[in-house]
């Protein structure tokens, strides 16, 4: 295996580079004219962030799947957002600092309260976390990296750990120009995270081929559950509103926790407003196909079982005594059985992985890269 | 950052000429007849097609994700064709492609919307009868430039017409009633609400600011020569809509949106008030902190008010009650409102009148006929030869790269293959065949345009992997 690593000069797929060797986002949505905003097939995109260089977003790619950004240097973000899991973990609540494996057989390490969500199509987003307490991906990274239970490391340490390996070293000063004696500090690396999570672009589902004007790129049923999605009586677009499938705002809609786990008050605190008790971020459903189990603490196993949640009685699952305000698009839809089959086949159709990027082979540090076939998923 | 980059198209197209084909093909009539699927017609249509529906009962849901579609009922003798949901059905004409008219239905029983458009503009929905049990009658979301005209609807859950997150509409001539609201404007600017009737709601005409949407702010609707009267049913939105905190008796409700302009209406016997004028925190939902919560600016020009107030429910009463008064106000504003004003202010009955200046003399929103557009928004920009190269990275390379094997073969082998025609490259993406038994199948791409896949192809032949070459070369 050759350990040279270098950078590669180009942008990954769904970007363009511009004038000044910076990556653009491109997508057909770009391209309708209509007045920027939300909803319905044809409309364009909100803001994304990009414009970061191919090599930063590289740069970014080598650390996303570094152990070395651990404080057990065990830990890489990828062991929580994974590849086979759609950039989530696959587990109900994510589990952090000592771990090993991926996924449901990840085990031995620190419990968090919440699952992982995709980092699919992060770019759009302007608030992060199920709660929303980060405004930047730049601040919502200080999050896991020194989080005890998640990567438990210290600035000091990151930086010493990243200065001493030449190769990043070298890495650093092609992406960045760094001087000779700059020290990388945190917030660089941070910058390089930041440009390859912005580079997880889903935006060419057969979904998306539909919306686009191939009438027939939806099946008959999906089609249906198209329509069912899109319904009044149904509202998931209200709230997961197309392209995004998500209106990027906070909802509460009564999820239940899983057995045994106390209620969780989600942004309530953050804000902090009693009617936002309960209250999380609509989440992108975009891929959803692959991030089972579902909600903020994945109580919900599969597909199925959500599409039977919003189909039982508004409030059903919410704790009496949590008074939450559940959101007025949550409604009681008595939809028919072979309309909650319609509506999961519609969810399927949104996958689409098409620009995932490259998993590296290894990374500067030597340590093991996350596998990538799940079922492996004990040995790193 | 895609603003710059649009600049780029921009200067380019001025400097490559226009390409653009238009299809010869002559627009059709397509006929339906009861027994036949109106949606099995949708599907056969192509843009700029007419579809005439004729009376009949059609029981379905039609859904029309085509642009420059118009459906139309053809009414015979009095017998109009009838959709009829037979509250089982979830909507009765979902519309998402820009330019649709739906024009002379009757819509009945479905238990979501009668008719919906959803992202798409430049749309008229004119001289339909919507009849609930439905949460809206008729309903334009994230819609620009739009018409609703000449329809009749009632016995609706929510609004009879419901415009949201929308821009630049006229709503005009249309009767609503026995619906929890007759009008509301949501979260739009630029509309236009005149010569309307909302009588027998709970509420007549609504203009609001909702919390907790992507679109965070409500501006410019102008309620003009409306005939707003006896909205005092007592409200039956299903609890926890959002429908359900509407005060019953009122006339007109502006809630938090701004530079509202009321004027030249006719309201009478609304029983809480003519006008009530309300903010955030009066309803049960989430502030939202990217929202102003209050409604500014508004100018209530001259209007006709008649025996409104004189019995006030609900909310209005406790405001009353709280302040320890007995009668009823023909306008109320409860809560603070910058930079409002109403016209010959001793004429009115005003509950908060310190709030407002007088408008000036003869102040008229007359000048305005009307929101439409004077051009239908396009759905493109502009078509270029750079778009081979936009489409190319924003899709093939998701799968293909110039050299190397991804999910799809390199490109550098596809450019040997098709050197020279591009055409029969850009006819193979649209319905690829299996070629490649170490490969998958390649999805087709007719999404795009023949324009677009023949740009693409010469990108590919043209272009792709030009710069590694040169840089190689001189290596």
Redesign the interface.
């Known amino acids: 295996m050759t350990l040279a690593f270098t950078l590669s000069d180009r942008c990954p797929p769904s970007f363009m580079i511009d004038e000044n060797g910076k990556c653009q986002l491109v997508s057909l949505y770009q391209r309708y004219s209509a007045p920027e905003g939300f909803g319905g097939l044809r409309k364009p995109l909100p803001e994304a962030r990009d414009g970061f260089s191919p090599q930063e977003i590289d740069l970014g790619r080598y650390l996303f799947f570094d152990p070395l950004l651990g404080g057990d240097k065990k830990t890489s973000c990828a062991h929580c957002h994974h590849p086979d899991y759609g950039y989530a973990d696959g587990r109900g609540t994510a589990m952090g600092f000592g771990g090993s494996g991926v996924g449901a057989k990840r085990r031995d390490g620190a419990e968090l309260e919440r699952g992982a969500p995709t980092l699919w199509n992060v770019a759009f987003l302007r608030r992060l976390f199920w709660d929303w307490r980060a405004t930047s991906l730049e601040e919502q990274a200080q999050g896991p990296l020194f989080a005890a239970a998640e990567m438990g490391n210290t600035p000091a340490q990151l930086e010493a750990d990243i200065n001493a390996n030449g190769t990043y070293r070298r890495l650093f000063t092609q992406a960045y120009g760094l001087a000779h004696d700059e020290k990388i500090g945190t917030a660089l690396i941070i910058q390089a995270l930041v440009a390859f999570e912005a580079s997880l672009v889903s935006l060419n589902s057969r979904y998306d081929h539909y919306a686009h004007g191939d009438h027939n790129a939806l099946s008959e049923q999906e089609q249906i559950g198209h329509n069912i999605f899109r319904s009044f009586v149904t509202r998931c677009s209200q709230c997961h509103t197309p392209p995004l499938f998500t209106n990027v705002e906070l909802a509460v809609i009564g999820a239940p926790e899983p057995p045994g786990k106390n209620f969780d008050l989600g942004a309530d605190p953050i804000f902090p407003d009693m009617k936002l008790r309960g209250a999380f971020k609509v989440p992108t459903l975009r891929n959803i196909s692959r991030t089972a189990p579902y909600m903020h603490s994945g109580s919900l196993e599969r597909l199925q079982d959500v599409v039977e949640f919003y189909n039982d009685k508004r409030g059903h699952a919410a704790p009496e005594e949590q008074n939450l305000i559940i959101h007025w698009h949550i409604t009681n839809p008595n939809l028919r059985k072979e309309e909650e089959t319609a509506l999961i086949a519609f969810l399927n159709s949104l996958e689409d992985e098409t620009a995932a990027p490259v998993v590296p082979n290894a990374v500067p540090s030597g340590l093991g890269v996350v596998s990538v076939e799940a079922d492996a998923g004990l040995k790193n | ?2 603003k ?3 600049a780029l198209v921009v200067a380019l197209s001025a400097l490559i000429s226009s390409t653009c084909v238009f299809s010869a093909t002559q627009s059709k009539v397509i006929t339906v007849r009861e027994g036949a699927s109106i949606q099995a017609a949708v ?1 056969l249509a192509n843009p700029g097609d007419t579809i005439e529906v004729y009376p009949g009962l059609y029981k379905e ?1 039609v ?1 029309i ?2 642009n420059d579609i118009t459906i139309r009922g053809v009414v015979v003798a009095g017998e109009w064709p009838v959709m009829d949901g037979e509250d089982t059905l ?2 009765g004409i ?1 519309v ?3 330019g649709v008219t739906v024009d002379r239905f009757f819509i009945r029983r479905f ?3 009668g008719i ?6 430049n749309y008229k929905i004119i001289n339909n009868i919507v009849e609930g049990d ?3 009658g008729i ?1 334009p ?4 430039n739009g018409l609703v005209a000449d329809n009749v609807i009632w016995n609706v859950h929510d609004a009879a017409i419901y415009l949201g ?1 929308c ?1 630049n509409a006229d709503v005009v001539r249309n009767d609503t009633f026995g619906s929890v609201m007759g009008i509301e404007i949501e979260n739009s600017k630029n509309i236009l609400v005149e010569n309307n009737t909302a009588h027998d709601n709970s509420s007549g005409i609504q203009v609001t600011l909702l919390q ?4 965070k702010t409500a501006s410019n609707t102008i309620v003009r020569r409306n005939f707003i009267s006896n909205n005092n049913v007592p409200n039956f939105a ?1 609890r ?3 429908a ?1 905190g509407t005060p019953a008796g009122t006339g007109i409700v502006i809630f938090a949106a701004d530079d509202t302009v009321v004027e030249g209406n006719i309201i009478t016997g609304n029983d809480s008030a003519a006008i009530v004028m309300v903010d955030h925190d009066s309803s ?4 939202d ?1 990217e929202m102003d919560p209050t409604p500014d600016n508004a100018k209530i020009y001259d209007n006709v008010y008649w025996n409104n107030g004189t019995k006030p429910l609900g909310a209005a009463k406790d405001v009353l009650e709280q302040a320890g008064l007995k009668e009823g106000f023909e306008v109320m504003l409860v809560t603070k409102s910058k930079g409002s004003c109403i016209a010959n202010p001793s004429s009115v009955r005003v509950f908060g009148a310190d709030q407002f200046t007088a408008c000036p003399d003869g102040a008229t929103s007359a000048g305005i006929t009307t929101m439409q557009l004077s051009e239908p ?5 502009e078509q270029t030869e750079y ?1 081979g ?3 190319y ?3 093939c ?3 293909h790269i110039y050299e190397g094997r991804m ?1 799809g073969p390199p490109m550098r082998v596809i450019q040997a293959l098709y050197m020279d025609r591009p055409e029969a490259m850009a006819q193979w993406i649209a319905n690829p065949t299996h070629k490649r038994d170490d490969y998958p199948e390649m ?7 023949e324009e677009d896949r023949l740009a693409i192809a010469n990108y590919i032949l043209n272009d792709l992997g030009k710069s590694r070459q040169l840089r190689q070369s001189r290596e």
């Open positions: 950052m895609r710059r980059i649009f599907k849901t859904y994700d085509k979830n909507d979902l998402a492609g820009h238990k979501g919307n919906m458009t959803q992202g798409a503009n439905s949460v809206y309903f979301q994230f819609s620009n997150m821009e907790g949407l992507p679109v299903p926890g809509s959002a359900a049960p939902n989430v502030r902190p928004i396009a759905e493109n920009l778009n190269r936009f489409a990275k924003a899709i390379a998701g799968c999910v999805p087709p791409q007719n999404y795009l345009s």
